[in-house]
Protein backbone atom coordinates (compact mmCIF):
# COMPACT_ATOMS: atom_id res chain seq x y z
CA UNK A 1 0.00 0.00 0.00
CA UNK A 2 1.53 3.60 -1.00
CA UNK A 3 0.91 6.48 1.13
CA UNK A 4 -2.07 7.41 -1.28
CA UNK A 5 -3.55 4.28 -0.90
CA UNK A 6 -3.56 5.19 2.83
CA UNK A 7 -5.09 8.57 2.72
CA UNK A 8 -8.03 6.62 0.17
CA UNK A 9 -8.50 4.24 2.91
CA UNK A 10 -8.65 6.84 5.67
CA UNK A 11 -10.84 8.94 3.48
CA UNK A 12 -13.04 5.72 3.41
CA UNK A 13 -12.73 5.15 7.23
CA UNK A 14 -13.92 8.20 8.37
CA UNK A 15 -16.45 8.67 5.49
CA UNK A 16 -18.13 5.79 6.81
CA UNK A 17 -18.61 7.07 9.75
CA UNK A 18 -20.35 10.98 7.95
CA UNK A 19 -22.66 8.27 6.10
CA UNK A 20 -23.84 6.73 9.86
CA UNK A 21 -22.43 3.43 8.91
CA UNK A 22 -20.78 1.32 10.88
CA UNK A 23 -17.08 0.20 10.45
CA UNK A 24 -15.67 -3.06 11.67
CA UNK A 25 -12.58 -3.04 14.30
CA UNK A 26 -11.11 -4.90 11.67
CA UNK A 27 -10.59 -2.02 9.35
CA UNK A 28 -9.49 0.34 12.05
CA UNK A 29 -6.82 -2.24 13.01
CA UNK A 30 -5.21 -2.89 9.45
CA UNK A 31 -5.30 1.04 9.01
CA UNK A 32 -3.68 1.71 12.20
CA UNK A 33 -1.29 -1.75 11.54
CA UNK A 34 -0.24 -0.11 8.32
CA UNK A 35 0.42 3.57 9.61
CA UNK A 36 2.68 1.62 11.73
CA UNK A 37 4.33 -0.24 9.51
CA UNK A 38 5.58 2.84 7.71
CA UNK A 39 6.34 4.50 10.65
CA UNK A 40 8.86 1.66 11.59
CA UNK A 41 9.98 1.72 7.90
CA UNK A 42 10.62 5.22 8.42
CA UNK A 43 8.76 6.17 5.35
CA UNK A 44 6.31 8.19 7.12
CA UNK A 45 7.33 10.39 10.23
CA UNK A 46 5.17 10.54 13.33
CA UNK A 47 4.07 14.11 12.75
CA UNK A 48 2.70 13.13 9.00
CA UNK A 49 1.03 10.33 10.08
CA UNK A 50 -1.14 12.73 12.96
CA UNK A 51 -1.28 15.28 10.27
CA UNK A 52 -2.51 13.07 7.19
CA UNK A 53 -4.83 11.51 9.95
CA UNK A 54 -6.60 15.04 10.96
CA UNK A 55 -6.99 16.40 7.90
CA UNK A 56 -9.10 13.04 6.76
CA UNK A 57 -10.66 13.55 9.42
CA UNK A 58 -11.88 16.99 9.12
CA UNK A 59 -12.26 16.83 5.43
CA UNK A 60 -15.39 14.05 6.53
CA UNK A 61 -16.32 14.80 10.05
CA UNK A 62 -15.43 18.72 10.70
CA UNK A 63 -12.71 20.28 12.82
CA UNK A 64 -13.95 19.74 16.28
CA UNK A 65 -13.94 15.50 15.34
CA UNK A 66 -10.57 16.21 14.20
CA UNK A 67 -8.99 17.74 16.92
CA UNK A 68 -8.77 14.33 19.40
CA UNK A 69 -6.30 13.44 16.25
CA UNK A 70 -4.45 16.98 16.53
CA UNK A 71 -3.78 16.50 20.26
CA UNK A 72 -2.99 12.80 21.00
CA UNK A 73 -0.30 11.48 22.20
CA UNK A 74 1.46 8.90 22.44
CA UNK A 75 0.53 6.05 20.04
CA UNK A 76 -1.89 6.37 16.93
CA UNK A 77 -5.31 4.97 17.43
CA UNK A 78 -8.23 5.91 15.66
CA UNK A 79 -11.05 6.33 16.91
CA UNK A 80 -14.88 5.26 16.61
CA UNK A 81 -16.91 8.22 15.43
CA UNK A 82 -20.39 6.72 15.62
CA UNK A 83 -23.55 8.73 15.91
CA UNK A 84 -25.29 8.15 19.62
CA UNK A 85 -28.12 5.40 18.86
CA UNK A 86 -31.67 6.90 19.62
CA UNK A 87 -33.25 5.19 23.16
CA UNK A 88 -36.75 5.22 23.51
CA UNK A 89 -38.56 3.99 26.78
CA UNK A 90 -39.86 0.17 26.69
CA UNK A 91 -42.83 0.86 28.24
CA UNK A 92 -44.89 3.91 29.25
CA UNK A 93 -44.75 5.33 33.25
Known amino acids: MSLDALKQKLGEYFESFARGDDVPPAKR???????????????????EARQLIASCCEASLGEDAARVY????????LHSHMRRAPVYPTTSQ
Open 29 to 47: YFIEGYIQALLDSQSLSDS
Open 70 to 77: REQEGDIV
